[in-house]
T-cell receptor, first 116, second 112 residues
């Protein structure tokens, strides 16, 4: 069965510092990978996705993630964070074939806290 | 437009009540989902509808009853819930089963 590991449950960082949120997944077969962000008392917003093609994917608000098949990782990075980036971040994986096709398996989440 | 709407935003109900949660999307998506999210936890999949047919029911108690009246609407009927059912209930949709999912803002449910 698929599993997703987010290695850090909490990441405190100062404003304008760089940040990396780590995500590893278990599957060795073809998968789709996602990062979702959840602000307090809100639903999940799709931040970025890897379906195929370039292994480096970028979001409109400065986040990027790189798919590394050999290390089964999909780490999220931002070179300079803002206070408004404070939120819970979930990494998710789905199989792109088979009976469980499309089912999202979430990591436990990483709470990013940006301090002034 | 990547909007999924959910009503109500908040719901407080007693254990003997019957209520319904509603979800709507107008993106032409053919797959819709219900998730349950407890505090400080990731979402847990409850139900999946694909082309208006229930394709996955993740061993959810029968006090939760999903309904998909048409391709844009998804309901979750609630009856005889327990206090441990208190959670954020999230609806999501995707173009197809293996496409990215877009989530609604959720309904915060409290069972007293």
């Amino acid at each position: 069965a698929q599993s997703v590991t987010q290695l850090d449950s909490q990441v405190p960082v100062f404003e304008e510092a760089p940040v990396e949120l780590r995500c590893n997944y278990s599957s060795s077969v073809s998968v789709y990978l996602f990062w979702y962000v959840q602000y307090p008392n809100q639903g999940l917003q799709l931040l970025l996705k890897y379906l195929s093609g370039s292994t480096l994917v970028e979001s409109i608000n400065g986040f990027e993630a790189e798919f590394n098949k050999s290390q089964t990782s999909f780490h999220l990075r931002k070179p300079s964070v803002h206070i408004s980036d404070t939120a819970e971040y979930f990494c998710a994986v789905s199989d792109n074939y088979g009976g469980s096709q499309g089912n999202l398996i979430f990591g436990k989440g990483t709470k990013l806290s940006v301090k002034p | 437009d990547t909007e999924v709407t959910q009503t109500p935003k908040h719901l407080v109900m007693g254990m003997t009540n019957k209520k319904s949660l509603k979800c709507e999307q107008h993106m032409g998506h053919r797959a819709m989902y219900w998730y349950k999210q407890k505090a400080k936890k990731p979402p847990e999949l409850m139900f999946v509808y694909s082309y208006e047919k229930l394709s996955i029911n993740e061993s959810v108690p029968s006090r939760f009853s999903p309904e998909c009246p048409n391709s844009s609407l998804l309901n979750l009927h609630l009856h005889a819930l327990q206090p441990e059912d208190s959670a954020l209930y999230l609806c999501a949709s995707s173009q197809y089963r293996d496409a990215e999912q877009y989530f609604g803002p959720g309904t915060r449910l409290t069972v007293t």
